[in-house]
Nanobody
Framework: QVQLVESGGGLVQAGGSLRLSCAAS????????MNWFRQAPGKEREFVAG????????DYADSVKGRFIISRVNALNTVYLQMNSLRPEDTAVYYC??????????????????WGNGSLVTVAS
């Protein structure tokens, strides 16, 4: 089992920045690629960003490319999502997820083995 806890969400003005953190406990954190998803009210959960177990490869949804940065520190069992130039359409609950494998960066929620409870990000216009 892997337990994931997100933090760092909140209310921010458009154009501002936030950094989300996801702290893992349980099994060895470095055994998993990590992904961030988000879900806005009335919409399906969507992929935001992913990072392989060693941080060697990252990928982003087109909607956040150039604005968001995913990173991880395995020694701290933590993955981060730095969100810059935030827009009202970024408003959502953000979830971190541990993938089923070292290299799995995927937009398919079924490729994820463990989920956090989410952190709400609200971007005011």
């Amino acid at each position: 089992q892997v337990q994931l806890v997100e933090s760092g969400g909140g209310l921010v003005q458009a154009g501002g920045s936030l950094r989300l953190s996801c702290a893992a406990s349980g099994r060895t954190f470095s055994n998993y690629a990590m992904n961030w998803f988000r879900q806005a009210p009335g919409k399906e959960r969507e992929f935001v960003a992913g990072i392989t177990w060693n941080g060697g490869r990252t990928d982003y949804a087109d909607s956040v490319k150039g604005r968001f940065i995913i990173s991880r520190v395995n020694a701290l069992n933590t993955v981060y999502l730095q969100m810059n130039s935030l827009r009202p359409e970024d408003t959502a609950v953000y979830y971190c997820a541990a993938a089923r494998g070292l290299w799995t960066i995927s937009a398919n929620t079924r490729d994820m083995g463990y989920w956090g409870n989410g952190s709400l990000v609200t971007v005011a216009s």
